[in-house]
């Protein structure tokens, strides 16, 4: 495996450990040339994951895209990067369960789910790319949504 940061393909493992429930294995790696250490992930190779977009074009299933999408919504909030890869595991997993090809609608979906769960700014930060709001009165009925349900939830934690 190549360094990062030279470019080097001399490097050695120094620790490996499970990772995503034991379907990966994360490795800690140092560069033998400039000494800068990296993380690497080892996954087993499975069948492809299709993501059928709304424009009916395909693609296959990219957790960088999800990873990306979760990094903004939950810029500035107090959500680990280890929950997000979480939620991006959950939603792979459950797309994985409905079958070789998933439609993004379903991924959004999922996403919003979890968000929905917890944080509500995240969420709605989330909700406004993927339903693409186009004004703010789209932002109002969304929160007020939210709103409702906390109300008959019973209220915020």
Not at 48 to 54: A, D
Not at 81 to 108: F, K, N, Q, T, W
Not at 121 to 130: D, G
Not at 146 to 154: A, I, K
């Amino acid at each position: 495996m190549r360094c990062p940061y030279c470019r080097d393909s001399n490097t050695r493992v120094v620790d490996s450990r499970d990772a995503e429930g034991g379907f990966a294995v994360r490795r800690r790696r140092e560069c033998t040339a400039c000494s800068q250490r990296f993380t690497s992930f080892e996954r087993m190779d499975s069948v492809p994951l299709v993501v059928v977009k709304r424009d009916g074009s395909r693609q296959p299933f990219d957790r960088a895209k999800v990873i990306s999408g979760l990094s903004k919504a939950c810029a500035n909030r107090p959500i680990t990067d280890e929950e997000m890869l979480r939620i991006c595991d959950e939603v792979e997993e459950a797309a994985r369960g409905r079958g070789a090809e998933v439609s993004s609608d379903d991924v959004g979906k999922d996403v919003l789910a979890h968000l929905k769960q917890i944080d509500e700014v995240a969420y709605v930060r989330f909700a406004s790319v993927y339903r693409e709001f186009s004004d703010v009165t789209e932002f109002e009925r969304v929160i007020q949504e939210l709103d409702e349900t906390e109300r008959r939830v019973g209220g915020r934690g």
